[in-house]
């Protein structure tokens, strides 16, 4: 048993050390707005909170954690900036199918939390990781913009 805290709660759960946090949140703690994209790291979508850092948890092995808090989207409601995003997700009405969407919300916030009030290029660039199909990215961006406001 290894011994994590998720979203306020210390929950323990029976996984192998390495195993992805990101199997560990969907799998063994059954939160699942986190998504399975790639897998390697390089689309974004299952993108959580690890010590207050935007993380890909597909490829952060649960011994990486440690005693770091981890966030989910299941929860970033509960912060002033998530519930911020929220509002402007909402608002601009950005999902079209809505898988990425999870991911590109925790990136955001991770984002203005650590840059109050960004420039529309900066905004581009901090979100270039995160890969929508659908192409929802004005509408990202917008959201963003307006969350910073
Ligand atoms: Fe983790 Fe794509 S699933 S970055």
Redesign the pocket.
């Known amino acids: 048993m290894i011994s994590l805290r998720v979203n306020g709660r210390t929950v323990q759960v029976d996984a192998e050390p390495d195993t992805p946090l ?1 199997w560990v949140i969907r799998e063994n703690l059954k939160l699942t707005g986190t998504k ?11 993108t959580v909170h690890v010590g207050g850092n935007a993380v ?4 952060l092995p649960l011994s990486a954690v440690g005693n770091q808090p981890v966030t989910t989207i299941e929860a970033i409601g509960a912060d002033r900036v998530g519930k911020a995003v929220q509002v402007a997700w909402i608002k601009h009405d950005v999902p079209q199918c809505g898988y990425c969407q999870s991911g590109q919300v925790m990136t955001a916030v991770d984002f203005l939390k650590k840059k109050k009030h960004p420039t529309e290029a900066e905004v581009i660039e901090s979100m270039g990781g995160n890969l929508c199909r659908c192409g929802t990215y004005e509408r990202i961006k917008a959201a963003v913009l307006d969350a910073s406001r």
């Open positions: 990101l399975y994209g790639c897998g390697v790291a390089a689309c974004g979508a299952c890909r948890s597909c490829s």
